[in-house]
C-alpha cells in the first residue's frame, strides 16, 4: 500500500483547504485511515480517522471534516475556519483495522506529508 498526500498550501486565516489522500492499493473498511500533522518542535499528533466510523481531535472538531471515496481509493480531509494553529505538516495514514488508533505507532503505511500554512 502507498500513500500520496496532496492539496496543502499558504492560506490565510479563516480561509479552507481539503487536503487529499490517494491509496494505490485497494483499502475498504477494513482498513482505518487517519490524518496526522506535526509542526515544527512538537510530536506528531492525530487531527482526524475513519473507519466504521469517523473520529476527531478536540481541537478540530466542528472544523475539519474527513471523508472517503471508495470508488477512487481516496480519503479527503476537508479544513474549514483554519488557524495559525494548523499549521503543520499533515501526514494520512492508514492501518490494518477499521478500529480508528489516535497513536502514529497504530499505523502501518504513511504518507509522505503535505505543507499546510496558515497565516495571519
Known amino acids: 500500500v502507498q500513500l500520496q498526500a496532496s492539496g496543502g498550501g499558504l492560506v490565510q486565516a479563516g480561509d479552507s483547504l481539503r487536503l487529499s489522500c490517494a491509496a494505490s492499493?485497494?483499502?475498504?473498511?477494513?482498513?482505518?485511515m487517519s490524518w496526522f500533522r506535526q509542526a515544527p518542535g512538537k510530536e506528531r499528533e492525530f487531527v482526524a480517522g475513519?473507519?466504521?466510523?469517523?473520529d476527531y481531535a478536540a481541537s478540530v472538531k466542528g472544523r475539519f471534516t474527513i471523508s472517503r471515496d471508495y470508488a477512487k481509493n481516496t480519503v479527503y480531509l476537508q479544513m474549514n475556519s483554519l488557524k495559525r494553529g494548523d499549521t503543520a505538516v499533515y501526514y494520512c495514514?492508514?492501518?490494518?483495522?477499521?478500529?480508528?488508533?489516535?497513536?502514529?505507532?497504530?499505523?502501518?503505511?504513511w504518507g509522505q506529508g503535505t505543507q499546510v500554512t496558515v497565516s495571519s
Open positions: 492499493g485497494r483499502l475498504d473498511n477494513r482498513y482505518a
Open positions: 495514514a492508514a492501518a490494518e483495522t477499521s478500529r480508528i488508533g489516535i497513536r502514529a505507532g497504530e499505523y502501518e503505511y
Open positions: 475513519i473507519g466504521w466510523s469517523t
